[in-house]
Every structure is written in structure tokens, then in C-alpha cells.
């Protein structure tokens, strides 16, 4: 029973860290945009490892993630393709799947390696003006909502930890 009880209070506490306006502004931002990084199977490790090295809200970064899985996959060919635009090393022969098909594996796997690269650094050019004007607008729009405003001013925090002692009522008699 007792490993219950502390259960539960991690748990409680994991669910509680990082929920200021600001700072769960910035959780929801970056788990976005991680969230739409153009190699699949990544951005889930990312996420936890700069939750945890941030002391971010981890549940909440993993639920912006898996909100934007499905724009991760739709969102690598344009990746692959503005990475081809903005960094061109080089003359690059056109993308050929066939001709891919039937080249060296050491081959495959360099041109796909360079594609991932391209994409790479595709979406971090546009995800670091994104993270910084996400977590500015989710800011004014979670000082809104009412309990984050408190969880913010550290009333609501303060007051789990430590709540008020029960008065006692005179007695009668």
C-alpha cells in the first residue's frame, strides 16, 4: 500500500511540474515542434530527454508529439524538399526511386542519409521561429485559463504542499 501512496504522489508531481503559463507555453511549443521531425521514430526519445533535462511537463510534451505525428509524416517530403533548395551541396542528380532500387546499398544509404540531413536542417530553420512564436502566443492564451493562471502564481502549487492547517472549533460547554 505503501508503494501506492508514493506512486500516486510522483505521479502527481510529474503531472504539476512545469505548469506556469510560461513554462507550459513552452513544454506544448517545443513538443510540436519536435513533434514534426522529418525522421520517423525520433522525436518521442526527444521529447522525453528534454523534458526531463528541462524539468518540463513530460506528459504534456508527449501529448503535443503525438498530436502532430500525423503532420511529422506528411510534412518530410517538404522538408526533404526545402532542405534540397536551401543547402545545395553540389549538383544533385534529380530523386529517383527506380534508379534507387537498383544501386549499392552503401549507395541508398548515403542519398538517403543526405536527404535526411537536408530535411534535418530544413526543419530546424523553420522550427526555432516557430518554437519561440508558439510559446508566445500559447503564453497569453494559458494565463487565460484559470487554473494554469494559479498553478502560475504558485498559489495553487504552494497550497499542495503545504495546506492550511484544520482550525480547531471552540467548544461548547
Not at 513530460?58 to 536551401?86: D, E, K, S, T, W
Request: hydrophobic share 55%.
Amino acid at each position: 500500500m505503501k508503494l501506492v501512496e508514493s506512486m500516486k504522489r510522483k505521479a502527481a508531481m510529474w503531472l504539476r511540474q512545469g505548469i506556469s503559463p510560461r513554462r507550459l507555453a513552452l513544454t506544448l511549443a517545443l513538443g510540436f515542434a519536435i513533434g514534426c521531425i522529418p525522421v520517423v521514430g525520433i522525436p518521442t526519445v526527444v521529447c522525453a530527454a528534454l523534458a526531463l533535462a528541462l524539468r518540463l511537463n513530460l506528459p504534456a510534451i508527449q501529448a503535443a508529439n503525438y498530436a502532430v505525428m500525423p503532420l511529422q509524416v506528411a510534412l518530410i517530403v517538404p522538408f526533404v524538399r526545402l532542405g534540397g533548395r536551401l543547402f545545395a551541396f553540389g549538383p544533385r542528380p534529380a530523386f529517383d526511386a527506380q534508379a534507387l532500387l537498383h544501386s549499392s546499398t552503401l549507395a541508398t544509404i548515403s542519398q538517403m542519409g543526405g536527404l535526411a540531413g537536408q530535411a534535418m536542417l530544413a526543419w530546424l530553420v523553420i522550427a526555432i521561429p516557430a518554437v519561440a512564436l508558439m510559446t508566445a502566443m500559447l503564453t497569453v492564451l494559458l494565463r487565460r485559463v484559470p487554473v494554469v493562471a494559479a498553478a502560475g502564481s504558485g498559489d495553487w502549487f504552494r497550497d499542495q504542499q503545504n495546506p492550511p492547517a484544520p482550525q480547531e472549533l471552540p467548544r461548547q460547554g
